[in-house]
């Protein structure tokens, strides 16, 4: 079993910047990969961003040049950098991973960007 606890999101201005983070406890070995998905109202889950334990990512094209995934294997943890952020951008944002081939989701955090 995994457990995802997830922080960082909240209220901010057009422009400005936030970093989520998500910690894996439980049974963290062989944790992968690891993402970022986002749902907002009426919409469907969308993925953000992924990064593989070898540190290969991929971007949703929305938020390339934004947005920067990135990881601490030793602490299990994966953060999102999201700066630039757009009104669109507001969503909850759900961490993600694989381990041994079963998924693992967090709770989601929300993420609200106002004008």
């Known amino acids: 079993q995994v457990q995802l606890v997830e922080s960082g999101g909240g209220l901010v201005q057009a422009g400005g910047s936030l970093r989520l983070s998500c910690a894996a406890s439980?049974?963290?070995?062989?944790?992968?990969?690891m993402a970022w998905y986002r749902q907002a109202p009426g919409k469907e889950r969308e993925l953000v961003a992924s990064?593989?334990?070898?540190?290969?990512?991929n971007y949703a094209d929305s938020v390339k040049g934004r947005f920067t995934i990135s990881r601490d294997n030793a602490k299990n943890t994966v953060y999102l950098q999201m700066n630039s952020l757009k009104l669109e951008d507001s969503a909850v944002y759900y961490c993600n991973v694989f381990r041994l081939g079963v998924m693992y989701w967090g709770q989601g955090t929300q993420v609200t960007v106002s004008s």
């Open positions: 990064i593989t334990i070898s540190g290969y990512k």
């Open positions: 439980g049974s963290p070995s062989s944790i992968n990969p």
